[in-house]
Structures are given as structure tokens and as C-alpha cells.
């Protein structure tokens, strides 16, 4: 699938990547990481950069990183009752700091998929390419943040939801089915619910989508139960997969 070696992380129009994450949570960023690590180009594309590596809670008490994760090593550096923002900023300097991975700020809006790669169209306007797309795009999918009578079209606080991607891949053929999750509040806010879609699971093969070559989808945006450990877990089995180191086939 990857081509002859090239520039890492070169943000010029055209650049072809060997693989675009969009979404920037818990799932995209240790992907990101590992793939960059292990010498892939790896655009990382977030609508809200101030958000990377958003976690679940307040602080980073009784998380459950598996060790190796980036979030493991950011989170050895710092006490256990560290707040989430301060953690943030320890894992967004050491993403910064990974040769490979080229940060964005965008949004993605459709994917146009050829025989040799994928294009993501974006609100912004500029269309970014990859040999291979990750959809680690959390609970946007559509999401509809519920607070009370209010409902917002969002997938979390102040983040606007993916819309037009989840029309593109109806569009597509790909069947997306509602899913809902509460969310903790931080800093004295109330919980809220989220209502979002998901492939259905009959839309997956392990991560891929089987309507889409050149896709997968990761983390919370795929149906099931997701903790701090399974997620991560399931992003090193990914990375695993597109480095060569086990069939995708057998991606699970």
C-alpha cells in the first residue's frame, strides 16, 4: 500500500500522506503516535487542536493506560490527580515533538477514495490526500449534545459535529445507526448526553469499512464499549495492522 520514501510531514498542497487520522481523542492521537514512530507520514487532522487528546474525566485519577501508550508516558510525568487541561498540554508538546506527524486544525467534510488513495475535502476548502484514512472521529458523527430542553448539533462542548462526513458516508452505502453516551461534566458543569452515529456492525470488518478500500474507523465512533485501555489497545492493534507487523485481514 505505502509508495517509495518521501518527505515526512511536509504540509504542501498535494502532499500525499501515507496516512490521514482525523480526530484527534484518545483513539487518533496514539495512532498517530505509533504510526509516526515507526516511520510512517502521518497527518493528524482535529477541528479543535485545544481538545487533543480529550479525556473522559477531570484528571487523569484511575485511568487505566496500558503501558507503552503515549498516554502512559505523559501520564508517568505528572501526579494522578493532575487536571485534564495541564495533561493536555503535556501530551499535545510531546505530539508536537513527534517527527512524522503533521498536526492540523480543519475539518474534514467527505472522502473521495481511488485505487491509489483517498482525498478529504474540508470546511477550510484545501483537499488533503493519503494512501490510507483513519476515522477516529469519536462521538461526531451527527452528534447532538443534550443539556437539559437544549440540544445542540455538536459532539461535545463548544465542538461542532461531523455532519457533512456522516452524510458522505450514507452516501457512500455505509449504514449508520444512533448511539448515545453520557458525559461528564468538568469543572462544576452538568453531565449531558450525547446522541451521535456509528457504522453498524455489519458495516465493519475488525476496523475496516467494507464499502471503502482505503478506510477504517477506530475508537468511540465504532459501536461497542470504549475505556481508556481498550481504546488505546485498539489503536496499537491498528498501527499494528497498517505497519505490516500482522495482516490487516485479521484486524479485529
Not at 480526530?23 to 505509533?34: I, Q
Not at 474525566?57 to 503501558?67: H, K, L, N, S, V
Not at 481511488?114 to 451527527?142: I, N, Q
Request: proline share 6%.
Amino acid at each position: 500500500m505505502f509508495g517509495p520514501p518521501s518527505p515526512r510531514s511536509r504540509p504542501q498542497p498535494g502532499h500525499l500522506y501515507d496516512v490521514a487520522v482525523v480526530g484527534a481523542g484518545l483513539a487518533g492521537t496514539e495512532l498517530a503516535w505509533r504510526l509516526a514512530r515507526a516511520g510512517r507520514d502521518v497527518l493528524l487532522v482535529s477541528q479543535a487542536l485545544d481538545h487533543l487528546g480529550n479525556l473522559y474525566g477531570p484528571t487523569i485519577r484511575g485511568a487505566d493506560f496500558p503501558p507503552g501508550s503515549v498516554f502512559a508516558q505523559v501520564a508517568a510525568q505528572i501526579a494522578p490527580d493532575t487536571d485534564g487541561w495541564t495533561f493536555h498540554r503535556l501530551l499535545k508538546a510531546e505530539i508536537e515533538a513527534t517527527s512524522g506527524i503533521h498536526l492540523l486544525q480543519s475539518t474534514v467534510t467527505a472522502l473521495d477514495e481511488t485505487d491509489h488513495d483517498v482525498t478529504l475535502s474540508t470546511w477550510e476548502g484545501p483537499k488533503l490526500r493519503a494512501r490510507l484514512c483513519v476515522l477516529a472521529v469519536g462521538a461526531f458523527l451527527k452528534g447532538r449534545l443534550l443539556i437539559g430542553d437544549t440540544m445542540e448539533d455538536a459532539g461535545r462542548l463548544s465542538e461542532v459535529a461531523y455532519d457533512f462526513l456522516a452524510d458522505d458516508l450514507t452516501a457512500s452505502g455505509v449504514w449508520l445507526v444512533g448511539a448515545e453516551q453520557t458525559a461528564q461534566g468538568v469543572d462544576g458543569a452538568a453531565d449531558y448526553d450525547v446522541r451521535f452515529l456509528t457504522p453498524a456492525p455489519t458495516e465493519l470488518d475488525g476496523f475496516r469499512v467494507k464499502r471503502l478500500d482505503r478506510v477504517r474507523m477506530l475508537g468511540r465512533c465504532t459501536p461497542g464499549e470504549h475505556t481508556y485501555a481498550s481504546v488505546l489497545q485498539d489503536a496499537a492493534r491498528l498501527a499494528a495492522g497498517v505497519l505490516g507487523e500482522g495482516p490487516l485481514e485479521e484486524e479485529a
